[in-house]
């Protein structure tokens, strides 16, 4: 259990399921019970005929900083995995029910990554999209390696995932990382009227559209694996104990 992650059924929002993150004194940093919520938040959507679709939101001017670092360190020093991590992503992947996400302002590491399982993500203007990994001595994650050449193409993959360069709202926009660009005050109540117009539609139809849409998740699951072999592996290099050492120096 964790008040870090608020889930709820907004009665205002029929049939959509809200899982958002409530950490911002850390800028919303996934510690693993948080992956534990979300994780069985998504398998709870999953097994109830109420639930139609999930929106996953942030806080003001933050939706998350990733990974929490202490986590990332901890997991250095000993075994290197992060189930938790591995979990989540696959119940993302593995969702049977639509998921829309809002962001405003900071997404970073798995906090832009997991986008890339949504369906629709909605952006404030202010959002900023980065994935630093190889600049922590990491490798990406998530299927990013797998997902994000296809949407976007290899220049533009490569210069988010490999070069760590920062996406505006737009530029994300533009690569196919989102969908649409708002005023801030406007993604929380989107972001949930488009979750709850999606729960409106006839559910089957709506199910076979996705799973057509969203392509073979095993490939998507293997490639989730593969990367986590390497980012068990550099996660315990000393190259990147220095990294999150020097993080927590700051
Ligand atoms: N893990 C753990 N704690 C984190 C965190 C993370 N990923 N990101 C931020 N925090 C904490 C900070 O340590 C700080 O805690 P403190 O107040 O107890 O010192 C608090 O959140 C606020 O962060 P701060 O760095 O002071 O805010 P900022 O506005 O100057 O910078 C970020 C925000 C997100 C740019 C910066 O914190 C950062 O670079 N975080 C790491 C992001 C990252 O590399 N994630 C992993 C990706 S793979």
């Known amino acids: 259990m964790t008040d870090h992650i608020i889930i709820?059924?907004?009665?205002?929002?029929?049939?959509?399921q809200s899982i958002r993150f409530n950490r911002p004194e850390k800028k919303n940093a996934i510690t693993r019970?948080?992956?534990?919520?979300?994780?069985?938040?998504?398998?709870?959507?999953?097994?109830?005929?109420?639930?139609?679709?999930?929106?996953?939101l942030g806080t003001e001017g933050c939706f998350s900083a990733g990974n929490d670092m202490n986590d990332f360190l901890a997991a250095a020093m000993g075994g290197g995995v992060i189930q938790e991590i591995l979990d989540?992503?696959?119940?993302?992947?593995?969702?049977?029910?639509?998921?829309?996400s809002g962001v405003d302002g900071l997404a970073i590491g798995i906090g832009t990554t997991m986008h890339l399982h949504c369906d629709l993500t909605i952006a404030s203007d202010r959002s900023q999209f980065r994935t630093p990994f190889v600049d922590l001595a990491l490798v990406p994650e998530a299927a990013s390696s797998l997902v994000?050449?296809?949407?976007?193409?290899?220049?533009?993959?490569?210069?988010?995932?490999?070069?760590?360069?920062?996406f505006s709202a737009a530029e994300a926009r533009d690569a196919g990382l989102i969908w649409k660009v708002v005023e801030p005050a406007e993604v929380d109540a989107l972001t949930l009227a488009t979750a709850a117009r999606l729960a409106a539609?006839?559910?089957?139809?709506?199910?076979?559209?996705r799973d057509l849409i969203r392509g073979d998740r095993?490939?998507?699951?293997?490639?989730?694996?593969?990367?986590?072999?390497?980012?068990?592996?550099?996660?315990?290099?000393?190259?990147?104990r220095a990294a999150f050492e020097a993080f927590m120096r700051r």
């Open 8 to 16: 709820e059924q907004p009665a205002a929002h029929p049939g959509v």
């Open 88 to 100: 989540f992503l696959y119940a993302l992947v593995k969702a049977e029910k639509p998921v829309v």
């Open 148 to 166: 994000a050449p296809h949407l976007m193409g290899h220049q533009r993959a490569f210069s988010l995932l490999a070069a760590g360069e920062a």
């Open 33 to 56: 019970a948080m992956y534990g919520a979300m994780t069985d938040a998504l398998k709870a959507a999953n097994a109830d005929p109420d639930i139609r679709a999930t929106a996953l």
């Open 201 to 209: 539609k006839p559910p089957e139809a709506l199910r076979i559209a």
């Open 218 to 240: 095993d490939e998507i699951i293997a490639r989730i694996d593969e990367e986590a072999r390497h980012f068990s592996a550099r996660l315990k290099s000393a190259e990147a």
